[in-house]
């Protein structure tokens, strides 16, 4: 039998044809032009006449060591953030979930964290690390520590810490809504056959909560990877090219170096990248629609 997608009637491609249509519009004409402009020598001083270069951009950039590091650091931050987030986002929902029930304004406020700009949050922290005007270098010299959390190797974790404390507060709410939509009678089922609050946790909560754990952790690695805001204004991309981030790394290329042709380059080839995974799940998603 044919897939279910395969089997929809022409009335309904009719209908999202007005959709089909507006998306190649916003995204099919900038892909192209990207395309074409990858393969010139694009820069703002020949925006109106760039002469074609052919592939010379995607080996500039597969050849340049600053991509691979911003590659690799926007890897492991995503990683390493996301780990925490959904981890520290579990436990809290675990934790707070009997006194949320009975106090709902009180999930407004966990929320406040995530409601803040990340750039306006990348100042706020940018003041308060200052080694001569920050709180907490002041409060580290009071308990006799003398240390620069915006220098190696402390940098990199203060980058992490500071994204965690932003974006926990998503996976909490995801994962507390989770919950929440885990029936009574299974955990009372489970009490009667005996089961104590660990075995309930481990048998009968986590295994419901697996997919929106699977679905946090997606949208927080996506969303880690491409960060840019609070690096940019805490540091820059540095010390060196340290904490230089793939997003970093294609705004440096187009703004300050005046490589246009290169950085968007470098960034069709993070949308390929990025396609692999995209086509997987598509297909896996498609397959079992067509089963059902």
Known sequence: MRPRWKRLEPAVW?????????????????????LFYSLTDLSF???????????GNFASA?????????????????????FFEVLLGLLMALAFQPILERHRPLLALLLLPMMV??????????????DFIGVVPDLAQRLGLFVNFLTPPLVVPTLVA???LQWTPFALLILYTALQAIPGELHEAAKVDGANSWQQLRFVTLPLLVPALAITALIRFIDSFRVFDHIMVLTGGGPGTSTTSISIYIYLQF??????????????????????????????????????
């Not at 001083?45 to 592939?55: A, E, M, Q, V």
Request: no cysteine; proline share 6%.
């Open 14 to 34: 009719l209908l999202v044809a007005p959709l089909l249509l507006f998306l190649l519009l916003t995204l099919g004409f900038p892909l192209l032009a990207n």
């Open 45 to 55: 001083r020949n925006l109106r006449s760039p002469d074609l270069t052919g592939f």
């Open 62 to 82: 597969l050849r340049d060591p600053v991509f691979w590091g911003g590659l690799g650091f926007s890897l492991r931050f995503a990683l390493a953030a996301t």
């Open 117 to 130: 700009a990340p750039a306006l949050l990348g100042t706020m922290y940018r003041l308060i690390l200052n």
């Open 162 to 164: 500071i994204e965690v």
């Open 255 to 292: 703004f300050r170096n005046d490589e246009l042709g290169t950085a968007i380059a470098a960034s069709l080839f993070l949308l390929l990248l990025a396609l692999v995974p995209l086509f997987i799940s598509m297909r896996v998603a498609l397959r079992e629609w067509g089963r059902a």
